[in-house]
């Protein structure tokens, strides 16, 4: 697969978000709108450690941090949280979030898309990466397969028939809903509320007696 020159790339993230809801994924990504909340204040802190680009030996492996990441394959540009350089040439990209294991297919995703950047910029497999867990301190080892780089690309489709039409996708009204910084801008309570009243007032229009007139019908 591969995107013509034109095509502007997307940023990793976005497949996240994608997956996590289209509708943020539009606010954020065209329209530029951005809220904090708890949740987002809390993987800002998550990522404390590793907003800083730079490197350090751990453990006998060469740690990179933020590190900048593209792909021409596949129109991608972002970064990686944290990148392990071990000394047998292995490459595994580590994503670090807030709270605890969550087992989210938005984050696999976000991985295997960074990992996807790190194979085509070294040329070297990356079969495997991890998500950090902050509050826990634990990881979990996430293999990149092959339905893993499926769903990367099939959510790359989808992100850019959206670019294409321009339109905000509807909102998803569920318990996504609740954790979403968006939610005061994207107010999907209300677009419920107004579409019902739409429904129910087009029902009533459709039932209500037309006028009649008593004078003389006039035709031209
Ligand atoms: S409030 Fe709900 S529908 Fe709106 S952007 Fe957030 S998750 Fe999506």
């Known amino acids: 697969m591969s995107f013509a020159e034109s095509d502007d790339p997307v940023a990793i993230s976005a497949l996240q978000h994608y997956r996590y809801c289209p509708r943020q994924y539009a606010l954020i ?3 530029q709108e951005f809220l904090d909340n708890l949740h987002t204040q809390r993987g800002q802190l998550a990522h404390q450690r590793v907003d800083d680009p730079g490197e350090q030996w751990e453990r006998g492996a060469r740690m990179l ?8 394959r596949y129109g991608l540009v972002g970064k990686a949280d944290l990148v392990e350089l071990h ?3 292995r490459l595994f990209p580590v994503e670090y979030k807030h709270g605890k294991h969550r087992g989210k297919r938005h984050d696999y995703i976000q991985l295997a898309a960074q990992a996807l950047c790190l194979a085509e910029m070294t040329g070297r497999p990356v079969t495997a990466g991890a998500i950090y867990h902050t509050s826990t301190h634990r990881r979990q080892e996430v293999a990149i397969d092959g339905t893993l780089i499926a769903d990367v690309v099939a959510t790359l489709a989808a992100i850019r028939e959206v670019l294409t039409s321009g339109a905000l996708p509807p909102p998803v009204r569920d318990h996504r809903c609740d954790e979403c910084s968006l939610k005061p801008l994207c ?3 209300a677009l419920n509320a107004a579409a019902s009243w739409q429904a129910s007032t087009l029902h009533a229009a459709l039932f209500e007696p037309e006028e009649v007139s008593d004078g003389p019908c006039v035709s031209f």
């Open 29 to 31: 990504h065209l329209e």
């Open 65 to 72: 941090r933020a590190m900048p990441l593209y792909s021409h």
């Open 187 to 189: 107010q999907p309570g």
């Open 87 to 89: 000394p047998d040439g």
